[in-house]
């Protein structure tokens, strides 16, 4: 966070460049203050960003092919720029993560179509929670 934001002062420049300074001052200062204000008032993803979370449960084959039917429909107010897997889990357990999932879809006229998710054992089902990024 922020502590203290230094703003332009048009009297820290020669009096050859105070014309200039106090153009540029005139643009950036307020725009420093509404910055400073923001992040006092916790800007924050859930609050600003367009997002949404799931929580999904996929089992895959030795190809990381879905072999559950996975599809869910988005209802954010841009196109999805991407999907992150922030926590996976096996339902047994016996099914470990191998490493950090990752997973690929498409989408098609705002629903999600799971096909592949890398990261896990094969035949074994997984709880994730995914965070879909608008």
């Given amino acids: ?5 230094r703003k332009l002062n048009i009297a820290d420049f020669s009096k050859v460049n105070k014309d200039d300074i106090a153009k540029i001052a005139a643009s950036i200062n307020p725009t420093l203050d509404e910055l400073q204000t923001l992040l006092k008032k916790g800007l924050t993803v859930e609050k ?3 997002f949404s979370y799931i929580d999904i449960t996929v089992t ?3 190809g990381n092919n879905v072999t559950n039917s996975t599809s869910f ?9 991407g999907l992150q897997v922030i ?8 099914a470990e993560v191998i490493s950090c999932p990752f997973i690929v879809y498409e989408q098609i006229n705002g629903i999600i179509k799971i096909s592949k998710v890398t ?15 608008g």
């Fill in 119 to 133: 990261g896990l054992q094969p035949n074994k089902a997984y709880n994730l929670t995914v965070f879909i990024y």
């Fill in 1 to 5: 966070m922020l502590s203290k934001v």
């Fill in 48 to 50: 600003n960003l367009p």
């Fill in 87 to 94: 926590s996976a889990k096996g339902v047994s357990a016996d």
């Fill in 60 to 62: 895959v084959d030795s």
């Fill in 73 to 81: 429909p988005v209802n954010l107010t841009t196109s999805v720029r």
